[in-house]
């Protein structure tokens, strides 16, 4: 209870998939009493600001079809968030939606399906690497703390997945309807400090931990969703270092050249997200389509 308000507080702030065919490769759930998006219905995850932010803005205003649902802890003070409803007060929705209660995951899945009855698309894309007097990167296992790991999975690892949960029979029933796709896709941003194989530098337990908690949450889920041949794939993508509120403590070694705009790097991964295929169910890309070691 003690975490929770701490979290709530704090960030107001801020089996696999083999090549079936086609017809084998996912069940037939029947679209016929779900309406027709065209250009499909996204869900961002975490989009007040930052990559999530701009996911919604892509999603908005590269294309001139589809809706958007984009979820945050405090819609109200969303500036950028309510700046897109002024421009596409028809397809874009706002919905509150904070990790650490489940209740309000549930209800952003009864609103969805209310208005929409499916998803097409979930971006989850919050993530805390740093909050001054409360969570920093451990560079010794010294500065490893309970309070630290905790809030780390509980934001990075568990909040994520259970939005994948409420949001399951929405993209089951959606599909790839509406969209160029034959699946939905769930796309959750990881980072690869959370490669164990990767790990050579040591430090950042918590942020490092959580996202390979994240990475073992999601290629368990997308076996799942593989086995019961759902429409649905399952895929982690690592954005690069964007220059973002959240890598903003830490980009003074940062190569100029690997440090990312907001835009370019989201464009990458919505180039990767579009084109994906059904044999990268479960597996863990980079901005640059590479795939990521465990």
Not at 46 to 72: H, M, P, W
Not at 85 to 99: C, G, S, T, V
Not at 260 to 287: H, P, Y
Request: proline content about 4%.
């Amino acid at each position: 209870m003690k975490l929770n308000f701490v979290v709530q507080r704090v960030l107001m702030s801020s089996p696999y998939l083999m090549p079936f065919s086609r017809a084998r490769m996912f069940s037939s759930t029947s679209f016929s009493a779900v309406k027709r998006w065209e250009g499909g219905v996204s869900m961002i995850q975490g989009a007040s600001r930052g990559i999530g932010l701009e996911f919604v803005r892509q999603l908005l205003e590269k294309n001139d079809k589809g809706y958007v649902v984009a979820t945050c802890r405090n819609p109200n003070g969303a500036t950028g968030l309510l700046e897109l409803k002024n421009k596409f007060a028809e397809r874009l929705d706002i919905h509150q939606l904070d990790l650490t209660i489940e209740s309000t995951i549930e209800e952003a899945a009864k609103c969805v399906r209310e208005k929409y009855g499916c998803l097409n698309l979930l971006v989850n894309s919050s993530g805390i690497l740093s909050i001054p007097d409360l969570l920093q990167p451990e560079t010794t296992l010294t500065k490893v703390h309970r309070t630290s790991l905790l809030l780390a999975y509980e934001i990075n690892a568990v909040g994520p997945i259970l939005v994948v949960k409420h949001m399951w029979p929405l993209l089951k029933v959606g599909g790839g309807s509406g969209t160029k796709r034959d699946f939905a896709i769930v796309a959750n941003i990881s980072a690869r400090v959370g490669s164990i194989g990767d790990n050579c530098l040591g430090g950042w337990h918590s942020y490092r931990s959580s996202k390979s908690a994240l990475n073992q949450l999601t290629k368990t889920v997308s076996v799942e969703f593989a086995r019961k041949k759902d429409p649905i794939i399952c895929i982690l993508l690592h954005p690069g270092t964007v220059d973002t509120d959240l890598s903003r403590p830490f980009q003074k070694n940062v190569p100029e050249d690997k440090l990312f705009t907001r835009e370019f790097s989201v464009q990458k991964l919505l180039s990767f997200i579009n084109n994906a295929k059904g044999s990268d169910n479960g597996k863990f890309f980079a901005w640059d389509s590479r795939e990521i070691p465990w």
